[in-house]
């Protein structure tokens, strides 16, 4: 067939292929394009680590009643329709065989992942994989089948050490988690639903995620669910940088946020559990959380960093060395306080018994002091005592001041009690107050870099406030102390 428009001969090409699909030239074509962009091929570090990714079975056992199931029932129907005992069954006024052990039956408790990181048989996996556990059964790709011994766990970083009896096993070389960075490839393998050695792939999408105390998770996309939970998570060297740990969810199943265990940290704390069976770490005893922008700015402190004291533990190491609530740490042990999730890693990191050096931020200017750490207790820090106390009768304006706030004169007892040098007590909160979050029963401890006295003086000090700046109120409502930012009104509204 010939066709006398060039034209005409392209259209009817073009027609054929939307009807036939793409040419082997094509798909030549798209496939170059693909490798083009550089594309990771996970074959062959697949091939090469799953032989050290592990299935990690836990079980219990369940004190079973003497006979089989059922046997209860049908020795009610002998007893009902027939009128005598079942048979086999003993007869009545028997009594029962002396030093006869119950009888238990192993039953399965989970299932969960891991990863050999020895060829001498240590093994890594999350802390609530083999929580609970009577007997934990380690099983190899290859089907081999060791019973694990427990050398410890630590249930707030989420990290558990086992130990199996067998040497030259394949194991996966540890990467360095502060190289990675977002963007790269990585893949987890694991037994998600008990489907031993399934390999996901995706990108690393953050680091530093705070979604616990002594954890800066690594964020990725890569396809995480249950049982994937200890497996490790791989870069493209085949390095395990991290440990699949948890995922964020609302229908208990994987959607596109998942979080790992950083291995640097992960080794930190198997190295404790491996020399002591336990992790210890120092503490301050003190409460603490962000500094936002507006608390920043209102206490001069130019940047949003550190962290806000809410409360301090009576007799701890932090009131020993004269940190109060309200104080902002900007400095720990020389290194900076970015966030308030940053101290507690720091604290933690520190060995107990050390005198550190540590920078606060306090009406205005820092001031350095030098705190002793304490080992933080395995339950984890002791909290002060909450009393409610009975409301005092004293003078109070009768009229919210620019701020919404009636307050009241706090007695000495109460003082005493609340182990406050001074402070008021709120008696009414309106407009800005309101707002903020302020209610009765607060107690006012400071207002910007101002110590709060008596109610006049507080009145006072709000009415020489710029109206047009923010101002600092510092709030102690039960044992903890929080800043709160508020911009004065003309008038309360009532």
Known sequence: MTFRSPALARAVVMAAMLVLGPTVAEVSHAQTAANSYNLPDFTDLVEKASPAVVNIRTTERVRQRGGAPGDDEMAEFFRRFFGVPMPGAPSPGTPPRRNQPPQQEEQSRGVGSGFIISADGYVMTNAHVVADAETIYVTLPDKREFKAKLIGSDKRTDVALLKVDANNLPRLPLGDSEKVRAGEWVLAIGSPFGLDNSVTAGIVSAKGRDTGDYVPFIQTDVAVNPGNSGGPLINLRGEVIGINSQIYSRSGGY?????????????????????????????????????????????GLGRARGALVGSVEPGGPAEKAGIEAGDIILKFNGRDIERASDLPRMVGDTKPGARVPLQLWRKGATREVTITVAELE????????RSAAPKEDSAQASKPNALGLVVNDLPDARLKELKLKSGVEVELADGPALRAGIRPGDIILRLGDTDVTNARQFNELVRGLDKSRIAAVFVRRGDATQVLTLRPGATANR
Not at 268 to 294: C, F, M, P, W, Y
Not at 378 to 385: E, L
């Open 378 to 385: 395995p339950d984890g820090k002791a909290r002060a005592s």
């Open 255 to 299: 959607m596109g946020i998942s979080f790992a265990i950083p291995i640097d940290e992960a080794m930190r704390v198997s190295e404790q559990l491996k020399t002591a069976g336990r992790v210890t770490r120092g503490r301050i005893a003190v409460a603490i959380g962000d500094v936002t922008k507006e608390v920043a700015d209102s206490l």
